[in-house]
């Protein structure tokens, strides 16, 4: 089937890692005690929280209490903030195709992809504060 939607698994996993840090503030979560919660490889995530990290999503603490904390409030970390440390930036495209084919005629699908992108875009602006 096909996904109109495309988020990969890595981000996927970056949002509910950082969903999970928000119900603990304060309390670091080791990688494998998160791994294990999330149900998820503790070896891909470790990646994430490196991805996390560099954008300063989170932020490591070290010693035998340590693991991942948030890096700023939850109300200044967006959903698009996230998807992007571990995506880049996103894309939205008018067509389906890599080459646009409809020409001058307009879209045969119409403004659903506007329309699509839009609500995308609007769903991924709410911070974690929100969700």
Do not use: W
């Not at 010693?63 to 970390?77: A, C, N, Q, V, W």
């Not at 698009?80 to 001058?104: F, H």
């Not at 879209?107 to 329309?115: D, E, F, I, S």
């Amino acid at each position: 089937m096909v996904r109109i939607l495309n988020i990969s698994e890595g981000s996927t996993i970056a949002m509910h890692a950082a969903l999970l840090l928000s119900k603990g503030p304060g309390k670091p979560i080791t990688t494998n005690d998160a791994a294990e919660t999330l149900k998820v490889s503790a070896a891909h995530l470790s990646k994430v929280f490196q991805r996390l990290a560099k954008a300063g999503i989170v932020h490591a603490v070290r010693g035998p209490k340590g693991g991942y904390l948030l890096g700023r409030p939850l109300s200044e970390i967006r959903l698009l903030d996230i998807l992007e440390a571990v995506e880049g930036p996103m894309k939205l495209s008018g067509c389906l195709m890599k080459t646009p084919r409809c020409g001058n005629d307009g879209c045969m699908l119409g403004g659903l992809l506007g329309n699509i992108n839009t609500q995308v875009l609007q769903h991924f602006e709410k911070r974690l504060s929100e969700v």
